[in-house]
């Protein structure tokens, strides 16, 4: 019995990561606390950590304000979907317990979800690697990431 289309497709909730927040927020301490530690010239210091510092409560106010969406792949030729949009040329990199899947919308931009251990269980990583993995017999891309 030959399975369902409806079956063969791999969805994946996407949502932003509180550990990428408080991540981007303690990377910025440490930067500027490196800037006053430094010896930048003194009436540079102060603006410059207080650059440093607004730049990564920027970027952690921009992660955290990404909407939720739902990833779905058939696989083969298939387009990858993310909440509706469709994406070309997707690739997985996998780094420790980090998984990034980037792709190009219609327009060539990149657009990324990232994974953390608290947006994405171990076994939700098994499936999303599996369904990378099954790309060479198929052609599509999205097997292909740096080992």
């Known amino acids: 019995m030959a399975s369902s289309p409806a079956s ?16 981007l927020v303690m990377l910025g301490l440490l930067a500027a606390a490196s800037v006053l530690a430094s010896r930048f010239p003194p009436p540079l210091k102060f603006p410059a950590a207080t650059l440093a510092l607004a730049q990564a409560l920027r970027l952690a106010q921009r992660e955290a304000g990404r ?29 420790g317990p980090l998984a990034v899947l980037t792709a190009r919308d219609v327009h060539g ?36 990431w740096p080992a």
């Open 8 to 23: 063969s497709i791999f969805r994946l909730d996407w949502r932003p990561s509180r550990v990428l927040g408080i991540a």
């Open 67 to 95: 909407a939720p969406c739902v990833l779905a792949w058939a696989g083969g030729d298939a387009p990858l979907e993310a909440g509706g949009q469709v994406l070309h040329a997707p690739r997985l990199h996998l780094r």
């Open 109 to 144: 931009r990149l657009q990324r979800f990232c994974w953390w251990p608290d947006t994405l269980s171990p076994g939700l990583r098994r499936q999303l690697v599996l369904a990378a993995a099954a790309g060479p017999l198929t052609g599509h891309p999205l097997a292909r």
